[in-house]
């Protein structure tokens, strides 16, 4: 079945620590999107890409990095994490002129 | 203020009432989505509606679109208990960018 997975579920970093967020579709959608979602808000956009290879910024993309190494795969990198950075994080694919996308189950992510 | 910065609305109704959520949106959009999300979950499409559609039904829910005033309603009929969810609204902004906005709360009670 045609899913996004996330991984990991949930991670606990340090201040300062180095994070990675994975991210593989078998949607086989050009798009891909991250997204943070804080308590009580709703969901920003962080960083997105339309094919392998290619990152762009969204919304709110500073302190974060994202890569594309494949169709499948997309990554969401804080190099320097910090307690803000706490959050549920989503990464979704898409395709058409819709562009609707299929979410993930999410990653908690607590800085400490 | 830019969408996804402002606080969840929170709406608390029976079972079995009508509700109506409300979203606008800031630039041109070709097509307006209505996601939700169940606690623990990613969100999920239920509608959309396009640019030349003014209303959208599918099954108990209705969508409307007012390009004019940039402006979408969803509205759920007879809700159930599993109706209760954070309900969001999505527009593209051109291209590949997708932005969702604050989304309401829905607290259905049995």
């Known amino acids: 079945e045609a899913a996004v997975t996330q991984s990991p579920r949930n991670k606990v970093a340090v201040t300062g620590g180095k994070v990675t967020l994975s991210c593989n579709q078998t949607n086989n959608h050009n798009n891909m999107y991250w997204y943070r979602q804080d308590t009580g808000h709703g969901l920003r956009l962080i960083h997105y890409s339309y094919g392998a290879g290619s990152t762009e910024k969204g919304d709110i993309p500073d302190g974060y990095k994202a890569s594309r190494p494949s169709q499948e795969n997309f990554s969401l990198i804080l190099e320097l994490a910090t307690p803000s950075q706490t959050s549920v994080y989503f990464c979704a694919s898409g395709e058409g002129c819709q562009n609707t996308l299929y979410f993930g189950a999410g990653t908690r992510l607590s800085v400490l | 203020s830019q969408w996804g910065e402002e606080n969840l609305q929170a709406l608390s109704i029976q079972e079995g009432e009508d509700v109506t959520m409300n979203c606008s949106y800031k630039?041109?959009?070709?097509?307006v989505q209505w996601y939700r999300q169940k606690s623990g979950k990613g969100p999920a499409l239920i509608i959309l509606?396009?640019?030349?559609?003014r209303e959208k039904r599918s099954g108990r829910l209705r969508a409307t679109l007012d390009t004019s005033s940039q402006s979408s309603s969803l509205s759920i009929t007879g809700t159930l208990a599993t109706d209760t969810a954070v309900y969001f609204c999505?527009?593209?902004?051109?291209?590949?960018?997708?932005?969702f906005g604050s989304g309401t709360r829905l607290l259905v009670s049995p």
């Open positions: 630039t041109y959009t070709t097509v």
């Open positions: 509606i396009r640019s030349n559609e």
């Open positions: 999505a527009t593209g902004t051109g291209g590949y960018k997708v932005v």
